[in-house]
């Protein structure tokens, strides 16, 4: 049976672009391996998959008991699969802290503090002497661009920014113009539902005792939304209230002036404005330089509930 | 300020081998790094130390505050200094199973499952171009000899195997005569003090809900051992109950016919017998062809205490 490779639930660019080449490139060198997504392909991903013409992994909606599987961009147990204690992890490949994750087993773990997790697997790539095509430099392309918000985030490494640049001639595009339409497709947030907006890319986190979420959204109008703030604070609630979450922190970052509003619900409200040394107004402030969640968030939060 | 390197607590030939190892790898790469010990260096690691004329490490009491460090040849923290959780851990090389080890903060982690760290290290001299001395290839491979107990234990890999023959040879010494004289420097108990015997290479397991410790010496004659079962089992009695353990189990492993004859004692004592289907008298058993702590006996266990 082939093994199965799969990204964090609510897929981004990297999870769902590193499943499909990690399938490729495990594939070429002889493994049976297949991706899969936990989740809605979004639009900026869609964007990417269409521009390189690949199709996207089909939809896993449970992972069968000891099935094999390899995780890419992500570990921690709450942002995989429901049962993924079900199944038999026997490699990860990825670029976040380490959490909430263990093994019976010993297996095979690559973790390193680089931007992307795109940018291991083109490392590996050329570690293994295999060619990247046209498509595949396509996909870790777009993934990096995606998660150093074209090159300007603090999580990108030189590493990165290398992969990048070498990524784009083998892809044939050029890495500005692309790297813009891209983000601008997955910044277009006029279809969204307020649904939409919280669960999009929404990720789940242990600090402490505590639970958090923490949602993110790219636009180019942080106006735009909240203008719906009323109709958004009524439905984190109910999400605080069902998951028992002691904070949920919504972040809209915008991808031009690389700045983020965060609206911050549940009991630790507080925590966010002490770590950030902000004043929240109307449960809302302003993050200047912030648009990383792993780097400058998540960490920041982490040292307020475990101090 | 150096970052330092260590394995776990217990230290046995792998754990300060692959310590003393990478700091002199990451020195030739230019990094500043020490290696340390969690512990007293054992006989057998001594004999090895002494053969390839290399100082052990210093003792490390206690880690500073924000310490850089990198762990090899563990991740469980239960494992690691009593306080990992103040030090900032930058970089992990391991290769066993992964459980109750989490960073804030993205990390370098490269875990693989083979018989030995050095395994790993010895590729990672590679990949890095750099040179093995005699003193660094002898240690590799004294630490792949004791944790593949001479290549027979069902941990060790074609990894492992081909890995030893390439060292024996830079380090200048027949496989099988270094390794058997090493293994018995490591197997002469006769100095030992119950005590001793029961904390030289012990390590602690979270299973399920329950805490289990588990012990393992090396011998070339079992009955030696089990004459001083009545107090092994009387200081036995002792760290359960100091400890809170569900379960102590000490494998006594005879080297020369590769099987093991447990002592099993506390609450979970069942679960040995049911794990392994063998029927404990006197409250032990011999269990043919279990060699490793790892493979065969943490994976047999956990699995009854979380089915």
Do not use: W
């Not at 079900?86 to 670029?95: L, R, S």
């Amino acid at each position: 049976m082939a093994k199965l490779v799969f990204g964090h639930k609510n897929p981004d660019t990297d999870t769902i672009c590193s499943a499909v080449v990690y399938a490729d490139l495990k594939g070429k060198l002889g493994e049976d391996v297949e991706a899969r997504r936990l989740g809605e392909v979004n639009q900026e991903t869609q964007y990417a998959l269409n521009y390189f013409n690949v199709e996207a992994p089909a939809l896993l909606e449970k992972v069968e008991d000891g099935t094999e599987v390899v995780l890419v961009d992500h570990n921690e147990f709450q942002q995989s699969a429901d049962n993924i204690e079900a199944a038999k992890i026997v490699e990860v490949i990825d670029h976040h802290r380490i959490s909430n994750f263990e093994t019976k087993e010993p297996l095979y773990f690559r973790a390193e503090p680089v931007g992307c997790t795109a940018t291991i697997l083109n490392k590996m790539y050329k570690e293994n002497n295999v060619e990247r095509s046209k498509e595949v430099a396509g996909l870790l392309l777009s993934a990096i661009i995606s998660d150093s918000l074209l090159l300007k985030s603090p999580t990108c490494t030189e590493e990165d920014v290398a992969a990048a640049r070498e990524l784009a001639e083998i892809a044939g595009v050029d890495l500005e113009t692309y790297g813009l339409e891209m983000l601008k497709a997955g910044a277009d947030l006029s279809e969204k539902s307020v649904s939409d907006l919280l669960t999009m890319d929404a990720k789940e986190f242990s600090m402490g005792d505590a639970k958090v979420e923490i949602a993110q959204v790219n636009t180019v109008d942080l106006s735009e939304i909240y203008e719906k703030q009323d109709e958004i604070e009524a439905e984190i609630n109910q999400i605080i209230e069902s998951k028992s979450l002691d904070l949920f922190l919504f972040v809209v970052t915008d991808i031009l002036n690389n700045d983020s509003e965060v609206l911050a619900l549940g009991r630790g409200q507080a925590n966010v404005a002490t770590g950030f040394n902000v004043e929240l107004q109307n449960n809302r402030a302003l993050l200047k330089g912030v648009v990383s969640r792993k780097k400058q968030i998540v960490t920041t939060l982490t040292d307020e509930y475990v101090k």
